[in-house]
């Protein structure tokens, strides 16, 4: 349309009006089309959102599910200190007693009993 109308104006017929008109359509054309393209591209960016989304709710669980297990093992290495502590503690006293028992034992071996018994 718009050769057709040059083909006119070029002929010297005023045809003003009709450029201002044209243009407008083009113009309205062209808005439309830009909409659609931003229509399109926002419905792909929402379906990003959504697909990111629960991406993100899925690493969420698995980080819940980590942390638990993180927790769970301080809790069971917290355990097992007390109870190295507590055997520590034993095998010291039991140290302390092998340690007197074993001079007892000493002294008894080099003084005879049948002597004390004579």
Do not use: P
Request: charged residues 35%.
């Amino acid at each position: 349309m718009s050769a057709m109308l040059k083909d006119v104006e070029s002929s010297g017929m005023d045809v003003g009006w009709l450029r201002l008109m044209l243009n407008e359509c083009a113009q309205s054309i062209d808005l439309v089309s830009q909409h659609r393209a931003f229509e399109l591209e926002k419905a792909n960016c929402d379906r990003g959102i959504e697909s990111i989304r629960k991406e993100l709710e899925s690493q969420m669980e698995a980080l819940a599910l980590k942390e638990k297990e993180v927790a769970d093992a301080k809790k069971q290495v917290s355990e097992t200190r007390a109870h190295l502590r507590e055997l520590e503690l034993k095998s010291s006293v039991l140290s302390e007693t092998v340690s007197n028992l074993k001079s007892k034992v000493e002294n008894l071996q080099s003084k005879s009993l049948l002597d004390k018994v004579l």
